[in-house]
């Protein structure tokens, strides 16, 4: 099966279920995982997600267009950010120094990536 074009990675199955819930209440979720419009990835830690060859791998996957990466902030979120962004900024060199409130998504290459650390954002 050919991968899909949008990823998400979320730290945990709660946060799969809750991303899912809210996609099905504003666009076409279908009930077969095969036919959803992205694909959510599981971390097993927040951890794992910001070791520099697990994203960097997924960032690098031919045919992905659209990246999000969604973590808990725990009590560092700024640390999250930056960890985030080190490993990132080759790739997608517009990455701000600060996190926006409200998240972040650019554009760069043809893809799209985004970042969301909850709940300070």
């Not at 794992?48 to 560092?76: C, F």
């Not at 700024?78 to 998240?103: A, H, V």
């Amino acid at each position: 099966m050919k991968p899909k074009p949008n990823q998400l990675i979320v730290e945990g199955e709660d946060d799969k279920y809750a991303v899912i819930s809210l996609m099905k209440a504003h666009v076409d979720w279908p009930e077969d995982r095969a036919l959803a419009p992205v694909d959510i990835a599981v971390g097993k830690s927040a951890r794992e997600i910001l070791e520099s060859a697990y994203l960097t791998t997924i960032l690098k996957t031919p045919g992905l267009k659209n990246i999000g990466v969604m973590l808990d902030a725990d009590s560092v979120p700024k640390g999250r950010y930056d960890s985030i962004r080190n490993i990132c900024s080759s790739i997608f060199s517009s990455l701000p120094k600060e996190l926006p409130k409200g998240g972040l998504v650019v554009e760069e290459n043809g893809q799209r990536f985004g970042v969301w650390i909850m709940p300070d954002n």
